[in-house]
């Protein structure tokens, strides 16, 4: 049987071939996302493996998870605890040092430099060299406010030479300073490989953190001394609130991190990878049931030679393993060649980031294996045990052909599925928020395949409806009658081009709700803030001051934010100026008013107390990087897309730990003066803060939708796999069906069909399929993504828009798509011989 198994997928290797590419790019997917993760891992965690210092002292943070460049005020250390630390026996040296992300180097056109997606770090100049993360290349360390250095690659990208003047901007201010020398970049910890400022000591706690103090202390060993004895000795005098950590437990610390943070991209890729796979199933599936039927008569020959019911199911399954493994395996090729590629790109940014080789585990590679090779022969298994069902008698007829099971099962399983979808979907109208968005899309996943598992019940008839606008004409009729032949397979075929486009028409269903409710949000929320100042990350407290003396300026309202937590949900805390949410901000009080404010109480959106089961008068606590605090509920607020958060006043955002910096300023213009010319004459005062931006409403609302459509963008492409496969499976259909009709095709050229007709009709019936997919498709996308936008209401999707341009070209590009699928196939089919195709079995 293997043997005879081996035999037949070389003897039908051209028919197969697509069925192997489906395998090979679902593989490729999951065994390009896996190597090329767990290559970057590694790499990364080399920067924690390399900590010079023996010893870290971190301040605390009480929160679970660091939320980076944030308007949270740093944590800092004092020079007292530095001395001690430097006084207790075993250590060499205390090294207090500054490191603190969100600076920005600009260049010498005045525009902030690109730092490749990383945080720009601006520092302290070490004293110590044994426990220094960075070295000096050439110059001079920094000494006053008026110098400072670079790293290496920074200083050759932007073309700066030792002694230029260099603009950055900290979160603190924008300083002009002498570059004085260039480093390494940092070779360990979170800032290794991103851009570095460095400054000397006292400049840089007055230019980055703005007050005396240290984000870390580092501490080297005498030899020989036990580091875990002086690390015990170190906590003991720095007390609850500080972290002190060895070497090995920081780079146990880092990895985990990194871990957890690859953990989810890897999660979020292997769905991606799944979906292109379980399209793909349907392919798979049409090509063995097909090139069964097409060899029942041999099948059945081997059973009327003594061959078992088992012997036959398994040598189709010794086909299905074969084409997995040989799928598998280019696949595992072809994802490690796309992760080298990627590796390579990434080297060519000159990144400080540690090199890694490609890390291909054992791990990955099982899991390809598995992957291609179960899914093939689950998907070959049906097919398989029909064939074992041939009586060996069969053999002995012309007409042989497999007998199916029937439909009825099939469809109350999907009738029950469906009945099921409607229950999830209901009781998802009964919650709000994300956890019914959950379960919105499980009932969008049973419910797509409650259709797939009833579609061959309605296939004949739409299939009917569509066709019927093109004509009665001779291959117009045949080619629908060919989509109606076989209900099962057509249904299969449009299945996996129906779950591509309904991912991709829900998707867009709900960007463009996101799009329309950002607009209508904005009109509803910026009251009469005519300017909109902003960045991408938080800004110096200086902007606002320089806005607040641009002539025509009347108010400057300023909001801040920090993270927080709220029992184990992270939440944002806003601070705001008195008046900003009676004026600036639009804000509809449900209960309670915004007195409170003045006396340390918070103002929360209704969503946000429905989550967190809060009503006013109530008091809650409230966790940020310094502990945790009290606070009570002084108002509830509707739904506000601008104050999505708690809401305090600028005193107690300062009490909980807030920074000083912004996140946006909302700026009222004098009556009687043009926004536009207050605008271009604030654009023009924050020269040195090039990367903050001053937009009037409308183009803030612009900058807001931006997100939206890039988010969509690489969703789509993600999706483009699974599409391609539904694609190909088109495309193996109709080659399939070429010669499963041979004689039928002889036939029809010999009566008279010439071959832009037998092209024709083959168009014609991949036309059909492509459109009961899509139809299909659209209607569960648009369903489920309108189900979506309806749970989802309270938090940033009010508006329901349904993008009618955009699902009617998704019909056009796939009828269009059909015709392409068609090409191949019908070019073959007019290519044969019409007597020798006459002559078939």
Same mark, same amino acid.
């Given at each position: 049987?293997?043997?005879?198994?081996?035999?037949?997928?070389?003897?039908?290797?051209?028919?197969?071939?697509?069925?192997?590419?489906?395998?090979?790019?679902?593989?490729?997917? =999951?065994?390009?996302?896996?190597? +090329?993760?767990?290559?970057?891992?590694?790499?990364?965690?080399?920067?924690?493996?390399?900590? !010079?210092?023996?010893?870290?002292?971190?301040?605390?943070?009480?929160?679970?998870?660091?939320?980076?460049?944030?308007?949270?005020? !740093?944590?800092?250390?004092?020079?007292?605890?530095?001395?001690?630390?430097?006084?207790?026996?075993?250590?060499?040296?205390?090294?207090?040092?500054?490191?603190?992300?969100?600076?920005?180097?600009?260049?010498?056109?005045?525009?902030?430099?690109?730092?490749?997606?990383?945080?720009?770090?601006?520092?302290?100049?070490?004293?110590?060299?044994?426990?220094?993360?960075?070295?000096?290349?050439? *110059?001079?360390?920094?000494?006053?406010?008026?110098?400072?250095?670079?790293?290496?690659?920074?200083?050759?990208?932007?073309?700066?030479?030792?002694?230029?003047?260099? @603009?950055?901007?900290?979160?603190?201010?924008?300083?002009?300073?002498?570059?004085?020398?260039?480093?390494?970049?940092?070779?360990?910890?979170?800032?290794?490989?991103?851009?570095?400022?460095?400054?000397?000591?006292?400049?840089?706690?007055?230019? =980055?953190?703005?007050?005396?103090?240290?984000?870390?202390?580092?501490?080297?060993?005498?030899?020989?001394?036990?580091? /875990?004895?002086?690390? /015990?000795?170190?906590?003991?005098?720095?007390?609850?609130?500080?972290?002190?950590?060895?070497?090995?437990?920081?780079?146990?610390?880092?990895?985990?991190?990194?871990?957890?943070?690859?953990? *989810?991209?890897?999660?979020?890729?292997?769905?991606?990878?799944?979906?292109?796979?379980?399209?793909?199933?349907?392919?798979?599936?049409?090509? +063995?049931?097909?090139?069964?039927?097409?060899?029942?008569?041999?099948?059945?020959?081997?059973?009327?030679?003594?061959?078992?019911?088992?012997?036959?199911?398994?040598?189709?399954?010794?086909?299905?393993?074969?084409?997995?493994?040989?799928?598998?395996?280019?696949?595992?090729?072809?994802?490690?060649?796309?992760?080298?590629?990627?590796?390579? +790109?990434? @080297?060519?940014?000159?990144?400080?980031?540690?090199?890694?080789?490609?890390?291909?585990?054992?791990?990955?590679?099982?899991?390809?294996?598995?992957?291609?090779?179960?899914?093939?022969?689950?998907?070959?298994?049906?097919?398989?045990?029909?064939?074992?069902?041939?009586?060996?008698?069969?053999?002995?007829?012309?007409?042989?052909?497999? !007998?199916?099971?029937?439909?009825?099962?099939?469809?109350?399983? *999907?009738?029950?599925?469906?009945?099921?979808?409607?229950?999830?979907?209901?009781?998802?109208?009964?919650?709000?928020?994300?956890?019914?968005?959950?379960?919105?899309?499980?009932?969008?996943?049973?419910?797509?395949?409650?259709?797939?598992?009833?579609?061959?019940?309605?296939?004949?008839?739409?299939?009917?409806?569509?066709?019927?606008?093109?004509?009665?004409?001779?291959?117009?009729?045949? *080619?629908?009658?060919?989509?109606?032949?076989?209900?099962?397979?057509?249904?299969?075929?449009?299945?996996?081009?129906?779950?591509?486009?309904?991912?991709?028409?829900?998707?867009?269903?709900?960007?463009?709700?996101?799009?329309?409710?950002?607009?209508?949000?904005?009109?509803?929320?910026?009251?009469?803030?005519?300017?909109?100042?902003?960045?991408?990350?938080?800004?110096?407290?200086?902007?606002?001051? /320089?806005?607040?003396?641009?002539?025509?300026?009347?108010?400057?309202?300023?909001?801040?934010?920090?993270?927080?937590?709220?029992?184990?949900?992270?939440?944002?805390?806003?601070?705001?100026?008195?008046?900003?949410?009676?004026?600036?901000?639009?804000?509809?009080?449900?209960?309670?008013?915004?007195?409170?404010?003045?006396?340390?109480?918070?103002?929360?959106?209704?969503?946000?107390?429905?989550?967190?089961?809060?009503?006013?008068?109530? /008091? +809650?606590?409230?966790?940020?990087?310094?502990? @945790?605090?009290?606070?009570?509920?002084?108002?509830?607020?509707?739904?506000?897309?601008?104050?999505?958060?708690?809401?305090?006043?600028?005193?107690?955002?300062?009490?909980?730990?807030?920074?000083?910096?912004?996140?946006?300023?909302?700026?009222?213009?004098?009556?009687?003066?043009?926004?536009?010319?207050?605008?271009?004459?604030?654009?023009?005062?924050?020269?040195?803060?090039?990367?903050?931006?001053?937009?009037?409403?409308?183009?803030?609302?612009?900058?807001?939708?931006?997100?939206?459509?890039?988010?969509?963008?690489?969703?789509?492409?993600?999706?483009?796999?699974? =599409?391609?496969?539904?694609?190909?499976?088109?495309?193996?259909?109709?080659?399939?069906?070429?010669?499963?009709?041979?004689?039928?095709?002889?036939?029809?050229?010999?009566?008279?069909?010439?071959?832009?007709?037998?092209?024709?009709?083959?168009?014609?019936?991949?036309?059909?399929?492509?459109?009961?997919?899509?139809?299909?498709?659209?209607?569960?996308?648009?369903?489920?993504?309108?189900?979506?936008?309806?749970?989802?209401?309270?938090?940033?999707?009010?508006?329901?828009?349904?993008?009618?341009?955009?699902?009617?070209?998704?019909?056009?590009?796939?009828?269009?798509?059909?015709?392409?699928?068609?090409?191949? !196939?019908?070019?073959?089919?007019?290519?044969?011989?019409?007597?020798?195709?006459?002559?078939?079995?």
């Amino acid at each position: 049987m293997l043997k005879l198994g081996l035999r037949s997928v070389l003897a039908h290797r051209l028919r197969f071939v697509l069925c192997t590419v489906a395998v090979l790019l679902g593989v490729a997917f =999951v065994g390009g996302a896996l190597i +090329f993760t767990d290559t970057l891992s590694a790499a990364l965690k080399k920067n924690y493996a390399g900590a !010079p210092a023996d010893i870290s002292v971190t301040p605390a943070t009480a929160l679970k998870n660091d939320p980076g460049v944030s308007n949270a005020r !740093p944590l800092t250390l004092t020079s007292d605890l530095a001395n001690q630390i430097a006084n207790l026996p075993g250590v060499a040296s205390s090294e207090p040092l500054v490191l603190v992300p969100g600076a920005q180097i600009l260049g010498s056109d005045g525009r902030p430099t690109d730092a490749l997606g990383l945080p720009t770090y601006a520092a302290s100049w070490p004293r110590d060299r044994r426990t220094a993360t960075f070295q000096l290349i050439d *110059g001079k360390p920094p000494w006053g406010k008026e110098q400072l250095t670079l790293d290496q690659a920074t200083a050759k990208r932007e073309g700066y030479q030792i002694g230029d003047q260099v @603009k950055v901007v900290t979160p603190v201010r924008a300083v002009t300073a002498v570059l004085t020398g260039v480093t390494t970049p940092s070779l360990s910890g979170a800032s290794a490989g991103a851009p570095l400022i460095t400054f000397d000591s006292a400049s840089a706690q007055l230019l =980055v953190l703005g007050r005396p103090g240290w984000t870390s202390i580092t501490v080297a060993v005498e030899p020989g001394q036990d580091v /875990q004895a002086v690390t /015990q000795a170190i906590a003991k005098i720095a007390g609850k609130d500080v972290s002190v950590r060895t070497a090995a437990q920081v780079a146990a610390d880092g990895e985990n991190a990194i871990d957890n943070s690859f953990g *989810g991209f890897s999660a979020i890729l292997m769905l991606f990878a799944g979906i292109a796979l379980f399209v793909g199933t349907f392919l798979i599936v049409n090509t +063995f049931a097909m090139l069964v039927a097409q060899r029942s008569r041999e099948l059945a020959m081997l059973r009327a030679i003594g061959a078992s019911r088992g012997q036959v199911t398994s040598t189709v399954l010794i086909e299905a393993l074969v084409i997995g493994i040989a799928g598998s395996t280019l696949g595992l090729l072809l994802g490690a060649a796309v992760a080298g590629a990627l590796q390579a +790109f990434y @080297k060519s940014l000159d990144l400080a980031i540690p090199t890694s080789s490609l890390q291909i585990s054992v791990p990955t590679v099982v899991a390809c294996y598995l992957v291609g090779v179960g899914v093939t022969l689950c998907a070959a298994y049906p097919a398989a045990r029909r064939a074992g069902k041939l009586p060996p008698v069969a053999a002995m007829r012309d007409d042989v052909s497999i !007998p199916e099971r029937s439909l009825v099962l099939r469809l109350v399983l *999907g009738a029950f599925t469906l009945l099921m979808t409607g229950l999830l979907v209901a009781i998802a109208f009964t919650l709000q928020g994300l956890p019914a968005a959950i379960l919105v899309g499980l009932a969008a996943a049973i419910g797509t395949l409650g259709v797939v598992m009833t579609s061959p019940l309605i296939t004949r008839y739409a299939v009917r409806a569509l066709m019927s606008p093109f004509g009665r004409k001779a291959p117009v009729t045949l *080619g629908r009658r060919n989509a109606e032949r076989n209900p099962r397979r057509t249904s299969a075929t449009a299945s996996a081009l129906m779950i591509s486009l309904a991912l991709v028409s829900g998707l867009v269903v709900i960007a463009a709700s996101a799009k329309a409710s950002v607009d209508q949000a904005l009109a509803d929320a910026i009251g009469t803030a005519e300017l909109l100042v902003s960045a991408d990350q938080p800004f110096s407290s200086q902007v606002g001051d /320089q806005v607040a003396k641009v002539p025509g300026v009347a108010a400057v309202h300023r909001v801040r934010q920090l993270p927080g937590d709220i029992g184990t949900r992270r939440v944002t805390v806003a601070g705001v100026d008195d008046g900003t949410i009676a004026g600036p901000i639009t804000t509809r009080f449900l209960s309670g008013s915004a007195d409170g404010l003045r006396n340390g109480e918070a103002v929360i959106p209704r969503n946000l107390a429905q989550q967190l089961d809060l009503v006013t008068g109530q /008091q +809650f606590e409230l966790t940020t990087s310094t502990g @945790k605090q009290p606070l009570r509920v002084s108002g509830i607020i509707a739904p506000n897309r601008q104050l999505n958060a708690v809401i305090v006043s600028q005193q107690t955002f300062t009490q909980v730990g807030g920074a000083t910096t912004d996140r946006t300023l909302y700026v009222e213009v004098a009556d009687g003066t043009d926004f536009r010319t207050v605008g271009q004459a604030v654009a023009a005062q924050l020269t040195d803060y090039p990367a903050v931006q001053v937009r009037d409403q409308q183009a803030y609302a612009q900058s807001q939708r931006q997100p939206i459509d890039t988010v969509l963008a690489v969703i789509a492409m993600l999706l483009t796999l699974a =599409v391609l496969i539904a694609v190909l499976g088109i495309v193996n259909t109709l080659a399939l069906g070429v010669i499963e009709r041979t004689r039928e095709i002889g036939l029809l050229r010999a009566i008279g069909m010439d071959g832009p007709q037998l092209r024709r009709m083959l168009q014609v019936e991949a036309i059909a399929i492509a459109l009961l997919g899509a139809l299909l498709g659209l209607l569960i996308g648009v369903l489920f993504g309108a189900a979506v936008q309806r749970v989802m209401r309270e938090d940033g999707l009010g508006v329901l828009d349904l993008p009618v341009l955009q699902l009617t070209v998704a019909v056009v590009v796939a009828a269009a798509v059909g015709v392409l699928a068609a090409v191949w !196939p019908s070019r073959r089919a007019a290519k044969l011989d019409v007597l020798r195709a006459i002559g078939s079995q």
